[in-house]
């Protein structure tokens, strides 16, 4: 089971956008435990000042060209329970067994007094789904959280992952968000949120653009 890198935690009360801005500056991010619960890890996050498109983000989002990017606001009142069987099942499959339940999915969706998150991006192609992303939003930022999408049936779509990522982010710049946020840098995969331009890493006390300095660190 994927295990999560968590330096400190915190509940918030206060559920402001500014405030929730300020914990999300200081390497917090909402989790799926329950209402107001973060955690401040090694955050990732593009800061789309900086942000433009590189070749190869173009070229990744050509080969999913035909995938569309829907936003449902949570909480999600035509909620099926295939979309909680989808991320179950991708979540056993990248982690393990309990990763990601049907059930939590379910209340993190559906359930605004127990749930941080207030966006779901749905990835359809030919009007079907084939993928998901429960997401945080305000006026300011974008939390990318939670992907997940079909692993058996878009062998089409070699790049949907990346491409899922490179079009959520693409959404943020064109509604004037500051910020992307994508999760946390605990492996030595996890750089490949590096490729997109404006991006850096919260190395318990700052924002760090260094990413031969993550490379090391997670090399170890």
């Not at 990835?123 to 006026?139: Q, V």
């Not at 500051?178 to 946390?184: C, E, I, R, T």
């Not at 990413?211 to 090399?219: M, P």
């Amino acid at each position: 089971m994927k295990t999560y890198l968590s330096w400190k935690k915190q509940i918030l009360t206060d559920f402001s956008s500014e405030n929730i801005c300020t914990s999300y500056a200081d390497g917090f991010v909402f989790t799926r435990r329950g209402k107001g619960e973060m955690d401040q890890t090694r955050s990732v996050r593009i800061d789309l000042a900086k942000f433009e498109l590189s070749s190869e983000n173009r070229r990744v989002l050509k080969k999913t060209d035909e995938i569309a990017l829907v936003t449902i606001p949570l909480p999600y009142l035509d909620y099926h329970w295939s979309i909680g069987k989808l991320a179950k099942d991708f979540y056993t499959t990248k982690f393990g067994n309990g990763t990601f339940s049907a059930n939590k999915v379910k209340e993190v969706v559906t359930d605004a007094d127990n749930s941080n998150f207030n966006l779901l991006f749905k990835y359809t192609h030919n009007e079907e789904a084939i993928g998901y992303s429960i997401c945080y939003t305000n006026k300011d930022i974008l939390h990318y959280s939670y992907p997940f999408y079909e692993l058996t049936n878009v062998s089409q779509f070699t790049n949907i992952g990346i491409g899922m990522m490179t079009k959520a982010i693409v959404w943020a710049k064109d509604n004037g968000k500051k910020y992307v946020y994508l999760g946390s840098a605990q492996r030595p995969t996890d750089t490949y949120k590096f490729q997109f331009s404006g991006a850096e890493w919260f190395d318990g006390e700052r924002w760090n653009s260094n990413v031969d300095e993550l490379k090391k660190i997670l090399s170890v």
